[in-house]
């Protein structure tokens, strides 16, 4: 016989940053929450994908790396004591007379009014190019994110792909690496054209080898460790770039997983949501971030964190029915456990 599951109010799947702001906006409202995450720690894409790349439109930071930001989004959620199921992704959803059960793959079974969900791009994995032998190289030489920096410096590194990923951290290696080669099969990327500038920049400066117009062909190396990246152009010529790592930015395969098959409209793989509450089409759940659309959406950090505030509003009535709201702001209102100024 499994174990009841646990209770809460709110149960939120997603531990990211626009996540760990619904633990907040949830609180501040009354409401516990219960965290569900496929990956081992909060964060989400921020602290996967690229934990120390920096991020310049959150208000009041003109300047915060995406890990730091995670660390402050956890800090003020902590007051409201939120619950974390992480590492194993949520599998199931079923409805109760009293609202739903979120069930994961480890079993753990949670009993809660209503359901957020801010599951970023859903489940993601990166696009892989078409190499023979790649995979003894992965996690090795050929990674498809970058965790720590200094993890390059002094290396040969091949960067793959035109978009803001490979230019960003094309960028972000420059003084890191001994040298930086970038990979693309046209002379124009699609990245920011500030950031695009400065790419040429250092370029025209030979800080950085911009390797044009050519794509990957083949890998070099023994035991899983790199020793050459094979591009090749249009007319077959090919080239061998000396090098012991690889970073393949061609973007991330998403799809939405389990959340699929719970009956919630769809387009694109985004879940369609009412802007002004940002409920799904399935009662009592509701979605919020990146994976959340409507007319109009800007997927931004700060449009999720808007949205967060408003879905936690829109459950409020579900979780306290037949009591009034009184809203109050954080300034007067204050936090759990502290003590007025």
């Not at 395969?253 to 802007?275: F, I, M, Q």
Request: hydrophobic share 45%.
């Amino acid at each position: 016989m499994r174990n009841a599951p646990d209770i809460c109010d709110v149960a939120i799947i997603g531990a990211g940053p626009i996540g760990l702001f619904a633990v907040f906006e949830c609180g501040m409202l009354d409401m516990g929450c219960h965290v569900f995450d496929a990956l081992p720690a909060v964060g989400g894409q921020c602290a996967a994908l690229y934990p120390e790349k920096p991020i310049f439109d959150i208000p009041g930071y003109p300047r915060i790396d995406a890990a730091d930001l995670v660390e402050r989004l956890a800090e003020q959620a902590a007051p409201f004591e939120p619950v974390y199921h992480l590492g194993h992704a949520v599998t199931r959803l079923s409805e109760t007379p009293d609202g739903f059960v979120v069930e994961n793959l480890a079993g753990q079974r949670v009993a809660a009014r209503a359901v957020i969900i801010a599951a970023g791009a859903g489940a993601f994995g990166p696009n892989r190019p078409p190499l023979a032998g790649l995979e003894a190289f992965e996690a090795r030489s050929v990674f498809y994110m970058v965790r720590r920096r200094e993890d390059f410096r002094g290396r040969r590194v091949v960067i793959a792909g035109g978009g803001d990923s490979a230019v960003d951290w094309a960028l972000a290696l420059a003084d890191i690496a001994e040298r930086i080669m970038v990979v693309h099969r046209r002379a124009r990327f699609r990245a920011a054209p500030q950031s695009a500038a400065r790419l040429q920049q250092l370029a025209d400066e030979g800080r950085i080898e911009l390797v044009i117009p050519y794509q990957l062909h083949g890998i070099e190396g023994e035991n899983g460790e790199l020793s050459a990246v094979i591009v090749d152009d249009l007319a077959g010529g090919t080239r061998r770039l000396e090098a012991d790592r690889l970073l393949p930015f061609f973007g991330l395969a998403t799809d939405l997983g389990a959340l699929a098959g719970w009956g919630l409209r769809s387009e694109h793989n985004h879940l369609v949501v009412d802007p002004a509450s940002c409920a799904t089409s399935r009662p009592g759940v509701y979605a919020i971030g990146d994976i959340a659309t409507y007319p109009g959406k800007l997927k931004l950090i700060l449009s999720g964190f808007a949205e967060a505030a408003m879905a936690a509003h829109a459950i409020h009535p579900l979780t306290h029915p037949g009591e009034a709201l009184h809203f109050e702001y954080s300034t007067t209102k204050g936090l759990p456990g502290a003590t007025a100024a």
